[in-house]
């Protein structure tokens, strides 16, 4: 079966610009976290989603970030007014319940702020 | 605050031995502790997990030790080989926390020929 997939892989984008990641988990898997890395850096948790419902939104940067989930599947990673520092790879995983359980991560999006 | 820090940001061996790669954590309240492998360009590979109820668990040529009176975790890799070469995270969840990860540094292992 597919594994967790993300798009676009690679993001370009200007200062001040909105961008928005997806994420497509492992099907039936009904948690999904969003983390953020650095360069050279450990992950750094974002959101979690159990559902469609995002229990835990603690770790989002600021409030130009934000998430959703829909159909309990999909979800999308929104940046409004994107910064330099936002510059990082977003990485998205799943995991068949939360709590507890392994976390299968996809290939992450690069994202760039110019 | 509570983190999870890795002692060796690098580790170099020689294919055929054995690697050690340790990690410290801060929360003595975490029941769940999983180490990922990644390569460069890649998002995290599962390697292997441990409960906080047990002190050992293998794996197909890894081991996982867990440590919880020091707070000490361990990944050791048997007859490393070149494509063990990546760089290994720890991480660990709080019962309580929906099961989200709190990550290490990192330690980058390299496999000498």
């Known amino acids: 079966g597919a594994g967790v997939s993300q798009s676009p892989s690679n993001k370009v984008t200007e200062k001040g610009k909105d961008v928005e990641l997806r994420c497509d988990p492992i099907s039936g898997h009904t948690a999904l976290y969003w983390y953020r890395q650095s360069l050279g850096q450990g992950l750094e948790f974002l959101i979690y989603?159990?559902?469609?419902?995002?229990?835990?939104k603690s770790g989002l940067p600021s409030d130009r970030f934000s998430a959703e989930r829909t159909g309990g599947s999909v979800s999308t990673l929104t940046i409004q007014r994107t910064q330099q520092e936002d510059s990082a790879v977003y990485l998205c995983a799943s995991s068949v319940t939360l709590a507890s359980d392994k976390q299968y991560f996809g290939p992450g999006t690069r994202l760039t702020v110019l | 605050g509570e983190s999870v820090g890795l002692h060796l940001p690098t580790l170099s061996v020689q294919e055929g031995d054995n690697s050690i790669i340790n990690c410290a954590y801060s929360?003595?309240?975490?029941?769940?502790f999983i180490w990922y492998k990644q390569e460069s360009g890649k998002g995290p590979q599962f390697i292997i997990d441990?409960?906080?109820?047990?002190d050992k668990r293998q794996g197909q040529r890894v081991t996982v030790l867990l440590n919880k009176t020091v707070k000490h975790l361990s990944l050791q890799i048997a007859a490393t080989q070149p494509g063990d070469s990546a760089v290994y995270f720890c991480a660990e969840a709080h019962p309580n926390q929906g099961g989200k990860l709190i990550f290490g540094q990192g330690t980058e292992l390299s496999v000498k020929p």
């Open positions: 441990i409960r906080s109820n047990m």
């Open positions: 989603f159990q559902g469609n419902s995002a229990p835990d």
């Open positions: 929360n003595s309240a975490s029941d769940y």
